[in-house]
């Protein structure tokens, strides 16, 4: 079975995205970032990726629209589930902190070795309402360095990139990015505590 090249991909996907989405919003959509991301993970879970993975054999890309679910896109090839978390990055924005999925979530999906969570990154620009693609990356999450992400307090925690304008990728094994995980959720909570604990103190100030 041909094992599927992730950075090949990316550069099919930018291509198919540069030759045949350049023309899929609205003129009302085009103005807004979030409906230009919705737009662009539908055409790749609805488009682009059952026809660049048909080479691959792959028969069964689901798209899961509504926001609700954990992946966007999900697909099996070779015994291993792949699901995709899709996050679309406008240029010349300041603010770009996108939330990739929670502690609990990926742990949990972890523990099963033929799971790879993948991260889909989009890069584009918009010029005269129209949308030019710039670039696109694709890598499983243990890719991404510790020192591009950060854990938020929403929930038990969730992983986000700190600036997505800057991401440092690292090969490195997920067991060693895993570790790294559990110490970045140990300093977190600690941090939690402090700030809690701080709050409690001023509290107790206050009716004294």
């Not at 992983?159 to 570790?179: L, V």
């Not at 959720?185 to 409690?200: L, P, T, V």
Request: charged share 25%.
């Amino acid at each position: 079975m041909k094992k599927i090249n992730l950075e090949k991909l990316a550069g099919e996907v930018i291509r198919n995205l540069q030759e045949n989405a350049t023309n899929i919003f609205s003129k009302y959509s085009i103005t807004s970032t979030r409906s230009v991301g919705d737009t662009i993970q539908n055409y790749l879970g609805d488009k682009c990726f059952p026809e660049l993975l048909k080479k691959y054999s792959v028969t069964d890309v689901v798209n899961h629209t509504g926001g609700k679910d954990f992946p966007d896109i999900t697909f099996t090839h070779g015994g291993i589930e792949y699901v995709i978390d899709v996050k679309t990055q406008r240029e010349n924005t300041k603010f770009n902190m996108p939330n990739i999925t929670s502690l609990e979530r990926i742990k949990k999906f972890y523990t099963n070795k033929k799971r790879v969570f993948l991260v889909l990154i989009v890069r584009y620009s918009v010029k005269n309402d129209m949308v030019e693609y710039k670039e696109c990356f694709i890598q499983p999450i243990e890719n991404i360095s510790w020192k591009s992400l950060i854990i938020s307090g929403l929930g038990n925690g969730q992983i986000q990139i700190k600036n997505a304008n800057d991401i440092e990728f690292n090969k490195t094994s997920r067991k060693n990015w895993m570790d790294n995980l559990y110490n970045e959720q140990y300093k977190f909570y600690n941090k939690q505590i402090n700030k809690w604990q701080g709050k409690i103190n001023a509290m107790l100030n206050e009716i004294k």
